[in-house]
């Protein structure tokens, strides 16, 4: 599950920086205002707001020495409350994760196994879906949010430090003063990955924008995550897909063990046949 907890976070952010100078500027908005104004940019008509659901292909590629890893993400949303985020490796399903609203899950395809999410794992689903969603309000779902505006690198920005119930666990967002976009997110997660409890440090940038239908979207990205490059484009953008509740539910994987039984009953049956002839 280990690249699947990393995807989570990767899909969240939008920023890669170095260290920046900070300087603290006198606040002339509320939280409130300033999630109109950035919903507004996103989607100025309302095309968004009045889908019931959007599609989205990415491909991810983490940089190696000597060569690349590459991943392709499909992320499916439908409203009101169903978000899945599946992972892909040369066409073969490698994971994903898959929320209901009420409950969400972590699906190794590779494995056959099913995680239910819980804690903090389930409220960094929900923070991907409410994200994605339009007219999100952060307030709702961090335990608090801080509202500043700061100068940093010669430009003006909000930012809006967000904290889960856990109080080591944050979410950074930088959001431009002028253009109301999304343009820095920092990331300092504590997740299990492996039954071991890890720090995940992250950091990106958006390198482009697109429009499809009105509605303004990340196209490019770059991201560093505990010292990992990766890059991620949107080769794919739909709204309005026809997709499904029921699509937004656990697989269901046989028990092995039947698999076997069924298996050996199926050469018992072969070997009797061909001993007839």
């Not at 709702?140 to 920005?157: A, H, P, T």
């Amino acid at each position: 599950m280990k690249y699947l907890q990393i995807i989570i976070l990767m899909l969240l952010i939008c920023l890669f920086t170095g260290c920046s100078s900070v300087t603290v500027l006198e606040n002339d908005m509320t939280l409130s205002q300033l999630e109109d104004r950035m919903e507004q940019a996103m989607d100025p008509k309302g095309v968004l707001a009045a889908a019931d659901s959007f599609y989205q292909c990415q491909t991810l590629k983490y940089e190696g020495i000597f060569s690349d890893d590459l991943y392709e993400i499909q992320i499916r949303y439908l409203k009101p409350h169903y978000l899945k985020v599946t992972t892909l490796k040369f066409n073969q399903l490698q994971s994903a994760f898959i929320f209901n609203g009420n409950a969400a899950w972590s699906v190794d395809y590779r494995k056959k196994t099913i995680k239910n999410l819980v804690g903090d794992e389930l409220l960094r689903i929900k923070a991907l879906y409410y994200m994605m969603s339009p007219g999100s309000r952060y307030e709702k779902l961090f335990k608090q949010v801080n509202l500043d505006k700061i100068m940093m690198d010669e430009k003006v920005f909000y930012r809006l430090t967000c904290y889960t119930e856990d109080a080591g666990n944050k979410l950074v967002i930088y959001v431009d003063a002028e253009d109301f976009l999304r343009e820095k997110l920092e990331y300092d997660f504590r997740v299990e990955i492996d039954g071991k409890v890890r720090r995940i440090e992250s950091t990106g940038l958006i390198e482009a924008y697109d429009t499809v239908n009105n509605v303004l979207y990340p196209l490019e990205m770059k991201n560093i995550t505990n010292g990992v490059e990766s890059e991620t484009v949107v080769s794919e953008y739909r709204l309005n897909v026809g997709l499904e509740a029921s699509e937004f539910q656990a697989p269901l994987f046989p028990n092995e063990s039947e698999t076997r039984k069924k298996h050996k009953e199926q050469l018992e049956e072969q070997k009797k046949k061909a001993e007839q002839f």
